[in-house]
């Protein structure tokens, strides 16, 4: 093989190797029988949750991944694939699991959450917690339930002896 091939087909592991620890997830998945509009418009909505995706030759995934001690996640390299990397654990997978449910040609196989290997299943878990927004939200609301339950109480006992 050329030399020059060889280097090249190199760099690619190395950047897919980078792009793996850089990343929070990532989520192999199936496209086969997706129009041009609606990759397009899965491209746009995973842009805009900060997730990039991308189509790569499996053995290049599959190098990237033994070089990180990822050989779990050869299982899931199979078939035609696109990978989308994002640096937020949910948004990536919501955004994906909420498209597969309206295609069913897109086919979530697995992935790689925080250097762990999952399959489509745990995907489709962490797919269904709430934003980081929303969790944020709903751990002030716990923090703030104890002091509006004694101000309500103290309000009672105020009203009480008017």
């Known amino acids: 093989m050329n030399n020059e091939v060889l280097k ?29 509009a609606d990759i397009t418009s899965l491209r746009r909505a995973l842009r805009a949750e900060g997730t990039e995706i991308g189509v790569y030759k499996n053995t290049m995934i599959e190098r990237a991944a033994e070089s990180l001690g990822h050989k779990d996640l050869i299982q899931h390299l199979t078939g035609p694939n696109a990978f989308a990397f994002s640096s937020d654990v949910i948004a990536g997978p919501k955004v994906l699991a909420k498209f597969a449910k309206r295609n069913e040609k897109l086919v979530i196989k697995g ?33 703030q339930a104890p002091v509006r339950q004694f101000a309500c109480a103290v309000k009672g006992i105020a009203d009480k002896a008017n």
Do not use: C, H, W
């Not at 950047?15 to 620890?21: R, V």
């Not at 290997?117 to 923090?143: H, N, T, W, Y």
């Open 8 to 36: 090249a087909k190199e760099a690619v592991v190395k950047q897919l190797s980078d792009k793996m620890n850089n990343s929070s997830t990532l989520v192999i998945f199936e496209y086969r029988g997706m129009n041009v």
């Open 111 to 143: 992935g790689l959450v925080e250097g762990r290997v999952v399959d489509a299943k745990q995907i489709a878990a962490l797919a269904s917690i709430p934003g980081r927004e929303g969790l944020i939200s709903m751990f002030l609301s716990v923090l």
